[in-house]
């Protein structure tokens, strides 16, 4: 069973075996002639892949416990892959999500690490750098990448390890690996959207 995460940014195609990251063009073209389900948070691509015959849109089905009506169902279902813990996709935007016993107890979204370096950017061209992803978090920087780098990943955690009170740590999303990093016993896993995906599909079979 083919499996389509679509995005703001990507296409994620669970293929089987792997997790594939493609463009939107370079997924329709590869997959159009293939049985697939999806669920998808990109609008404007709907009348372009509703056409698409062997495809089928399952985002409907993607119900989660105590979710308010506009939570994205790709948050969804990451939130479904657990009964408990904190979910964090880090991705175009970082959202962190609260599960406890199989329902929803609330979340909160962060720009993604590229958005916050772009705003720094935005601000002085002397403060346009990258991302120091390996930055210590136990003494304060001395330059100018590593302060920017500080103060994004030290947010970041500091407000999830303010939420997380001793919760599983879930990570997952395009840079979901460097974020996990910072914390102790945190898991990436880029199936988890996938694993929620499959566990709506095995007890509706919708698919």
Known sequence: MLLADIGNSYF????????EHLSYADAIRKYSKEALCYISVKQQLD?????????????????????????GVDRRALC?????????????AITVDIMENGEYMGGFILPGLKS???????ISPVLDTELNDTISLERLPTTTKDGISYGI???????IDKHSDGKKLYFTGGDGKILSSFFEEAIYDEMLVFNGMRKVIKETEIC
């Open 12 to 19: 994620h195609i669970y293929n089987g075996s792997d997790v």
């Open 47 to 71: 009348s372009t892949i509703e056409n698409i015959s062997l495809w089928k849109n399952i985002s409907q089905e993607i119900q989660l416990q105590g979710a308010y009506e506009t939570m």
């Open 80 to 92: 479904l892959s657990h009964d408990d813990g904190v979910f964090v996709d880090a991705g175009s």
């Open 116 to 122: 916050m370096l772009k705003a720094y950017s935005s």
């Open 153 to 159: 990943i030290a947010s970041i955690k500091a407000l």
